[in-house]
């Protein structure tokens, strides 16, 4: 059975890339939102001190409850994030269509 070791942001220092909070040139389609770990999404882009950003392959609940998550990344140790983390999504869904107004009554 293969062991994984899971590591928290301090831990990274020195033997892995670690999660920054930003990419050193924007991503074509994505836009950086701050998040907490509940709200996490497979594809979620997650920015890394050496300047590239993984996509986040697998989540895993840890612990009871919804603090804590295991994150799986391509290369890079699983890492458990705990705290608030700025990722990028893509911006797709977001429309730059203004949204209509209705007419107001005047009274």
């Known amino acids: 059975m293969q062991q994984t070791w899971i590591m928290n942001y301090g831990e ?3 033997t892995a890339p670690a999660i920054t909070t930003v990419l050193p040139r924007p991503l ?4 950086a939102q701050d998040i907490m770990p509940w709200e996490l999404r497979l ?3 997650v920015p890394f001190d050496d300047g590239v950003g993984r996509p986040v392959l697998d989540i895993r609940a840890v612990g009871g409850g919804r603090r804590g ?3 799986i990344f ?3 140790p699983p890492l458990l ?4 983390l700025t990722v990028y999504r893509s911006c797709s ?5 203004p949204v209509p ?4 009554a005047i009274v």
């Open 81 to 84: 994030v705990s705290r608030r």
């Open 12 to 14: 990274t220092r020195g």
């Open 69 to 71: 998550k295991c994150l």
């Open 28 to 31: 074509p389609g994505l836009m």
């Open 93 to 97: 869904s977001v429309t730059t269509q």
């Open 74 to 76: 391509s290369g890079v």
């Open 101 to 104: 107004a209705r007419p107001a």
């Open 43 to 45: 594809g979620d882009v």
